[in-house]
């Protein structure tokens, strides 16, 4: 017992725990939660070739082991106290310095060379065995370091950091734990390739068990009665309850929901009549196997409601056990979240038992998630079932551990991480086991977010899980890939089924299955029985979102603003929707000017973000479903990407820039998405049509019938030139909606007259733009495909980002901080903005474009006295280390600005109104 696992105190040489003890708590909660979640142990024993009980029993000995790298001096000397109080003599001191995960691979490595493995080790193999030990020395997230290469490297490179003395008390718990956890003989041969795909699993469990088991909540650090005890009798009396009690506690383990009967049972706010997309959902067949859903249907049309009526019949099929609901934005997270509080608890007889997480960055200054912990706060013990999902104080410490939840609402990031090379990914992985997996907004990715998406659905199907993905509409081909990339996965989840190289199965070309059906609206099934046909059933259209657009095509800004005033003047609420925040900005100065500030709000991502939070509430309340003709008269709301992606809003005019076709139509989603009458006021489902005047949506762009130059596009706006880089889809779409659309019915038509071969021919003078675009697309795929994980390739590798560097989507953007300069010193922006209980650091943060600081190495304000101020902050708030942060001095007119030091040094300007903004670079003097 004298060498230490976990310690506190330096100075209290009781505040420590035995080593010995501490892998005991680890292995126990792995043993739990396994015990809990049988099929995840019926999953690893098929991908082994093993039966059950013998997979137990080599998961917990495999747990049991995790840190026997800690028996190093290396490590041992990181608390020196504890090693001259507890050993007499004192270990010797080492001059090697390594993690104690990458000894642990050392020592086994060292075991295996020289023949030293314990008899309760079947024979198979040093490779195989180092398959299955690396996600256990992995436990902080990431694979141990490759083994130097050669014969007797091992012991040469472990003598540097492991004393002979350290290496017999190491030795001898290693076969303690082969005696005590494998009483029984294993089978003389274990499946490799299976091993290699269970070990990313296996690794999630090992973060888990490791992390329940290292919390001193449960497990506090040994007094003299536990120290008393035997390692048999401290497995028996503590390690097994309380880690029972802790996995409960944590609550990391599903509770079966009620019976499903129908969708008007389980969303009761359903009762007057289901759309067609969740009448599609409610009566198709769900056989007993995983499966792929893929809903095509416009906007508004109650996609949600129909992806959680199919999630709760899987779910109900006994194919998962929960959910997790992944959205292109935060903005958008959180209306989820405030969805599924409402109507998920409902499923469950004991709502409390479940729990519910909200996923993404800033979910802690998310006023949704804070009601529902303030809900949660206000309930009073003893007085009956709660009626709300619960968060466990250990779910809510982190993002990584949000997806453990049995339901979980977030952006999508937060379940791709599970695919990509990062610090915990193993432990997302294991999160989305048994989810089914609900992703938004599919066509609004770009392809680098899409490849990966792609390798995450792969991931998610060679487990066994289902998902269901939601779009307005997509490309044929895209809608195939998805099908495809599924149906892969499935083939690694089936026994004998698992793919090799180049897609071929023992030696023969697996066909994936396609898609063909150009119907719409499209509810698309894929399961592995179905082998290369998928299912494609076309269902109506719902009678609200069939209607007859006029478009109207301008090419020059008066244009624009003449129709704009009419609309104004009229009371009606409009919306412009911009590509970029620059060309906002400009349109918003413009009609500010002519209308008042007061009756224009500027809506984009370049805002602190306590202010985008106020700004998005304040367009919810003046453009969303329950919003009255009182809020909404003669508003006017300019904004760009930020307003299209899945707000619930609706606007009685529209204006948008031209943009690539499948964007457009997710914008018209937002004019007269809900039924008002000619006032503005909501009508309830059933009442009479649209009562707003007819009326035609803007299309803002450059001439469409002349003959394009090189710079068509770019003479119109250069920054959206930059994102919507491929010119020739963008001449496609301005020529495809021409002036009158008939919707639903053609959404697939005019996608597929852009995106599809048969489209339009580009222009020779489009045709450069489009190349290089198509490169960069190319050249994004590549880029994910290097980042994402190989499940062929087994739990290994040295090639891993231990700060999340590697990210779910690509750009350029950095976040910063905001300051304000005061009489006293520095104070972050937010302070009086926002609640007393709330992070005013996090609600100050604000992304900006990377290439604005191209040319700043060292991002330092330009002012001498503001540098100091900063340089102070940061010693004094550890948060903004090493964070960008950028000191505001009031201009007036409540504008605040910085300038950073560079060649030339950069202006910026901020504004709670228009948000942050770029001056033209200045010259130092």
């Known amino acids: 017992m004298a060498y230490w696992g976990k310690a506190g105190r330096r100075d209290d040489l009781t505040s420590h725990h035995p080593l010995v003890f501490h892998c005991l708590d680890v292995a126990a909660c792995g043993q739990a939660y396994l015990d809990r979640r049988p099929e995840l142990l019926g999953q690893l024993a098929r991908w082994l070739g093993l039966d059950e009980a013998p997979t137990r029993q080599l998961l917990v000995f495999l747990l049991a082991v995790h840190d026997i790298g800690k028996f190093a001096e290396s490590f041992q000397y990181k608390v020196p106290e504890l090693v001259e109080h507890a050993f007499d003599p004192p270990l010797p001191r080492l001059p090697g310095d390594m993690r104690h995960d990458a000894i642990g691979a050392l020592f086994f490595a060292w075991l295996a060379e020289e023949r030293r493995l314990p008899a309760p080790l079947p024979d198979w193999g040093p490779d195989l065995w180092n398959v299955l030990l690396a996600p256990a020395f992995g436990h902080h ?58 070990s990313w699993w296996i690794a999630g469990l090992a973060v888990l068990a490791d992390w329940i088991g290292s919390n001193t909540t449960w497990f506090g650090y040994a007094g003299p009665d536990l120290r008393a005890l035997s390692p048999e009798e401290y497995w028996e009396r503590h390690a097994l309850p309380t880690a029972c009690r802790a996995v409960e506690e944590a609550g990391v383990v599903s509770v079966r929901p009620r019976p499903y009967h129908t969708a008007e049972v389980l969303l009761p706010r359903l009762a007057e009549g289901l759309r067609p997309a969740q009448a599609a959902a409610a009566a198709i067949d769900i056989p007993p196997e995983p499966q792929l859903f893929v809903l095509e249907d416009a906007t508004g049309s109650g996609k949600t409601e129909a992806a ?81 999902l619960r968060l466990t104080e250990w779910l809510a410490q982190g993002n990584k551990r949000a997806l453990l939840a049995q339901i979980g609402v977030g952006t999508l990031d937060q379940a791709l991480l599970a695919a990509l090379r990062v610090r915990h990914q193993s432990l997302r992985l294991l999160g989305l086991f048994r989810k089914v997996l609900v992703v938004d907004e599919v066509h609004s990715y770009d392809p680098y977010m899409t490849q990966v998406l792609l390798r995450t659905l792969e991931l998610h199907a060679a487990s066994g899980g289902s998902a269901i993905l939601l779009s307005a509409t997509l490309p044929l081909a895209l809608r195939s ?41 499209l509810l698309t099934r894929w399961s592995g029985s179905f082998g290369t046909c998928a299912q494609e059933q076309a269902f109506p259209s719902a009678g609200h979102s069939r209607r007859a657009m006029d478009v109207e095509y301008l090419t020059t800004e008066d244009q624009v603003l003449d129709r704009i005033a009419a609309w104004h003047a009229a009371g009606e609420a409009v919306v412009w929707v911009r590509n970029t925040v620059g060309d906002a900005c400009a349109a918003w100065s413009a009609l500010a000017e002519h209308f ?46 930020v307003f299209q992606e899945s707000l619930d809003a609706d606007a009685d005019r529209m204006v948008t820039d031209l943009c690539p076709v499948d964007v457009m139509l997710q914008r018209f989603g937002r004019y007269r998405r809900h039924l008002r009458d000619a006032r503005g006021n909501l009508l309830r489902d059933g009442q009479a049509g649209d009562g707003r005047q007819p009326g035609p949506v803007v299309v803002f762009g450059p001439d469409r019938e002349a003959e394009p130059a090189g710079d068509w596009y770019a003479r119109f706006s250069r920054g959206a030139a930059h994102v919507y880089a491929a010119h020739g889809c963008v001449y496609r779409s301005a020529r495809a909606i021409g002036c009158h659309i008939e919707l639903p019915g053609q959404f697939r038509t005019l996608v597929e007259e852009v995106y599809g071969e048969d489209g339009e021919p580009i222009p020779d ?107 102070d902050l940061r010693e004094r708030v550890p948060a903004l280390r090493y964070r960008l942060v950028l000191p505001l001095v009031e201009d007036g007119n409540g504008t605040w600005s910085c300038t950073l030091a560079g060649e030339p040094p950069l202006s910026l300007s901020y504004c709670d109104r228009t948000g942050l903004r770029r001056g033209k670079r200045v010259r130092e003097t």
């Open 765 to 871: 003078a489009l045709q450069t733009a489009e190349d290089r675009e198509l490169g960069k697309v190319i050249a994004q795929g590549a880029q994910a495909g290097q980042n994402a994980i190989s499940l062929s390739g087994g739990y290994c590798g040295a090639d891993w980002d231990s700060d999340e560097r590697i990210g779910t989507r690509l750009g350029d953007s950095i976040e910063a901080v905001l300051v304000r300069a005061t009489g006293h010193g520095l104070e972050p922006w937010a302070a009086g903005r926002c609640g007393q209980d709330e992070d005013v650091w996090a609600l100050s943060s604000i992304r900006l474009p990377g290439h604005w600081m191209a040319r700043i190495e060292e991002p330092a304000c330009l002012d001498v006295r503001l540098a100091a101020l900063v340089a």
């Open 308 to 388: 959680l009526i199919l999630a709760a019949r899987l779910i109900d099929a006994g194919l998962a056990d929960g959910l997790f609901f992944g959205l292109p934005t935060q903005a958008t997270a959180d209306q989820m979240f405030e969805r599924v509080t409402r109507d998920v608890p409902a499923w469950f007889d004991d709502p409390s038992r479940a729990t519910l997480v909200l996923a993404h960055g800033m979910r802690d200054q998310s006023h949704a998630f804070l009601r529902h912990l303030a809900q949660l706060d206000d309930e009073v013990p003893g007085e009956g079932r709660s009626a709300t």
């Open 141 to 198: 997230g990431m694979p141990p370091p490759a083994l130097p290469p050669g014969a007797g490297m091992a012991l040469a490179s472990l003598r540097e950091v492991m004393s002979p003395r350290s290496r017999e008390a190491a030795e001898g718990f290693f076969a303690w734990c082969a005696r005590m956890f494998l009483p029984g003989p294993l089978p003389a041969s274990c499946d490799g390739e299976g091993a290699a795909l269970a």
């Open 596 to 641: 008042g500030a007061d009756a224009c709000t500027l809506f984009h991502a370049r805002f602190a973000a306590v202010d985008r939070r106020r700004i998005q509430e304040e367009v919810l309340a003046t453009l969303g479903r329950d919003s009255d003709a009182a809020r909404r008269r003669g508003r006017i709301i300019v904004t760009t990407q």
């Open 481 to 521: 890939r998805l099908l495809a990339t599924y149906s892969a996965g499935i083939r690694r989840w089936q026994p004998g089924g698992r793919a090799t190289g180049g897609g071929r199965r023992r030696g023969t070309l697996v066909q994936a299955p396609q898609a063909q059906s150009l119907e719409y609206p």
